[in-house]
């Protein structure tokens, strides 16, 4: 399967556009190992910096639905889309309903649209490890517009603000308390904030919350302000206010240098993630750190060594140059 | 604040069982740092394998309540009792009613019982860094049951199993397809299944789905065969049943040496974890390393230099003796 000769014909095959070798490559970038570092080597020089647009809110906010109609709009822009959804949540992985699932093939019909889903990190949530290196692809690959969907909660929507230029944030009105605890998390990211399920009777009241919560936040004068926009993704309402709005956004980025900037910081996020994931691949495969951790972990069991000392011990065996 | 002499006070008057130097020390703890390595040094060798029991499960699903009512009555079993709530959506911390804070804040009068929340990592539902080091800190306190209350999303549900001896995941018939799609995660951690809210008309149907999900696993013959438990935590109902499975499960893993086996592994994990951070604030400090990144992170940026070499480059400088 991931075999040099086999991975060097698909790259051909990548470069003259065929979507199954793209999609085979995004399984080698999935396994990870050297396969993916060839992969990414050829690629990552062909990229040209692809518009990144981050969705994420709490599950139920109907997320998938709105990327799908947005991705219609956006295509009607005559924008290439890739649309990687790190949501086991959204009907791209299957976590959703029948009739979400078909509507998000249909979308995968359009050979200007390129859709994956990937597993996340841990069983629900967290970004996959390789969603930097999928959205290289897409971007090499043609696309101008990598949308990436998350659910909303755990580490991700850092990690999601870290590796987009614009964050739109799906929230709905009839969300219990567990959800406007989570909505503190979310605030802090996003760039539009959009009340989803606008026909419900609650919505123009929880929009105008997320509006005073954002006042309250007092961001300086300059800044970009984040917008609350009132949708229903089902009505197929208000969607054409969010496409306004992330192209809004998008030129506040460039027209500041921005979008320049933010590339360079989602570059530096990922060299730090894949540095620290490598390390401790190493490390953790390291035979006189585990020679060590083995012997003195009893120690630490019988409480006369604090984890502390050991950590410190193991820190000893590694210098940096 | 955090001096060294004030440390070592603390740690005397923490001897001498006062509830106020106990959660100054936890504060030190969360501040991380000198202190915190200072206050575990002495404290982890009074620890006593305490033992831990993780509560998960959605948003909403009644956590809090649970715990608050199983601690009344592992109370009334002549338990000491540490909570420590790492759930943004907890009375605890704030995030719910003011009803549950206020019973919440009853249940520390007790001075058996010590109720602490942690801030998660990410702005939810991550496990806070510093949870193990104060669940050591409670255990040495003499709080021989430990409860670690987490919202079960992320990639916190992966966390919780690995610092806790039992398990218990939390929850409802009325979730959303969202949190059907979370209990995946959740069934892989589960020892025990609780579907609250019994009085709810799909509360049965919903706890054979669960128990058809566990059949579907096919746990060998001879492992724990997690039992599914209907409650209802508002009105009190099934708790002895929840308190049952938990002394089950416990005597399971001591009948088997797994309990100390268990222990064992929360320790390693913990470990490992505290090694990475370390690692990682080392490195990301240090003037060999940054240098690089500064000096070549515009080689990345304009696509001469792929992340993976530049991360090559920066693991060559770390070296294992």
């Known amino acids: 399967m991931g075999g040099m000769r086999d991975i060097g014909a698909l790259l051909e095959r990548f ?6 070798a793209a999609a085979r490559l995004i399984t080698i970038l999935e396994e990870g190992g050297d396969g993916a570092e060839r992969v990414m080597d050829t690629i990552f020089a062909r990229t040209s910096g692809a518009y990144r647009i981050g969705f994420t809110g709490p599950p ?14 956006f295509r009607q822009k005559e924008h290439e889309i890739g649309i990687i959804a790190v949501d086991p949540t959204s009907p791209f992985s299957g976590g ?22 990937l597993a996340s990190r841990g069983s ?8 930097d290196e999928v959205a290289d692809l897409l971007d090499a690959f043609g696309k101008d517009l990598i949308i990436i969907e998350t659910v909303g909660v755990g580490q991700s929507e850092l990690e999601i603000a870290e590796k987009s230029h614009t964050v739109v944030v799906i929230l709905v009105p009839e969300s219990g308390d567990g959800i406007q605890a989570m909505k503190a998390g979310l605030m802090e990211i996003g760039d539009i904030f959009v009340m989803n ?5 609650d919505a123009v009241l929880a929009a105008r919350e997320i509006e005073n919560s954002l006042r309250l936040k007092d961001i300086p004068e300059g800044n970009w302000q984040p917008p609350v926009l009132l949708t229903s993704a089902l009505e ?5 206010d969010v496409i306004r709005e992330i192209e809004n956004h998008r030129r506040w980025l460039e027209e500041r240098d921005l979008f320049e900037e933010k590339r360079r910081l989602i570059l530096r ?17 390291d035979s006189s750190i585990t020679r060590i951790l083995e012997s003195r972990i009893g120690e630490v069991y019988d409480g006369r060594l604090s984890p502390y000392r050991m950590v410190e011990e193991l820190e000893r065996l590694v210098t940096v140059e």
Chains 1, 2 share one sequence.
Not at 60 to 73: I, N, P, Q
């Open 96 to 117: 959703a309903l029948l009739g979400d699932r078909i509507r998000m093939q249909k979308l995968s019909e359009d050979p200007k649209i390129f859709v994956r889903s």
């Open 15 to 20: 470069g003259e556009g065929k979507t199954a």
């Open 236 to 240: 197929e309402t208000g969607m054409e």
């Open 124 to 131: 629900l949530g967290g970004i996959s490890n390789c969603t």
């Open 60 to 73: 139920g906010a109907g997320k998938s639905t709105l990327v799908y109609r947005l991705a219609k709009l």
């Open 197 to 201: 399920k606008a026909d419900h009777p």
């Open 269 to 285: 996020s990922r060299v730090r993630d894949a540095f620290m994931d490598k390390l401790e691949r190493k490390l953790w495969h």
